[in-house]
């Protein structure tokens, strides 16, 4: 039987960069980044999402050392159940303020209270998944997502390799200096260097530099 914390993979679909939520909670999340990219032409993005047992104890004597932030006691964290996120940016709890109710996502009918970045799914929303998962990134796309790829080829030192007189490395734009820097990590990786940010690709960088 599942718990808190320790939900088999069947019950968990994913949401993006790595992330994953409970399979009707993450339904509902893609359908709300779709609805994001239609209005803004970018995607809602999370810094976590469902948390295992052991991570939920991480973020906990993080918190109890006085060095995390509020973290709920392992085995009671809604992140437990799948079914809260963490906010990347200010814009992306912005862009779920503006459009995020009609999904389940609502800070009004969320826990953590003091936490902007802790939203809690309700359940209310009961449509159709949509039927793409995460976004594949290339040139001419923009996005947190994108953001999160430049700033993982500046620690890698790719992206300044690449586009050394850009004025702003990390823009969430996927101009010519992130394929550049993508092709180069992919290369020195032994990936095909098409510069295009596929799963492979993502999972590369998360693992190396996040």
């Known amino acids: 039987m599942s718990s808190n914390g320790n939900l088999p993979a069947s019950a968990l679909a994913p949401i993006g960069n790595g992330y994953y939520m409970e399979r009707n909670a993450a ?3 893609n359908a709300m980044c ?3 990219r239609k209005r803004w032409g970018r995607s809602i993005s999370v810094r976590s999402a469902y948390r295992t047992y052991s991570q939920q104890v991480y973020f906990w004597n993080l918190y109890r050392s006085g060095r995390g932030n509020l973290a709920a006691y392992p085995g ?3 992140h437990g159940w799948g079914l809260a996120i963490d906010c990347y940016s200010q814009w992306d709890r912005w862009a779920i303020d503006q459009i995020g109710s009609p999904f389940g996502f609502s800070k009004r009918t969320s826990d953590a209270p003091s936490e902007w970045w802790h939203i809690k799914w309700n359940g209310s929303w009961h449509g159709t998944a ?3 998962g995460p976004r594949v990134l290339k040139l ?3 996005g ?3 953001e999160e790829v430049q700033i993982y080829l500046v620690r890698g030192g790719y992206l300044h390799k690449a586009d050394r007189t850009h004025p702003k490395a990390i823009d969430g734009s996927f101009g010519p200096g992130t394929k550049a820097g993508v092709q180069h990590f992919q290369r020195d990786n032994h990936m095909t260097a098409d510069g295009v940010v596929g799963p492979a690709t993502i999972a590369a960088l998360r693992r190396k530099y996040k």
């Open 76 to 78: 009671t964290s809604n």
């Open 144 to 146: 947190t997502d994108v």
């Open 130 to 132: 949509p039927p793409s």
């Open 140 to 142: 001419g796309m923009s």
């Open 34 to 36: 779709v609805a994001a």
């Open 27 to 29: 339904a509902a999340f």
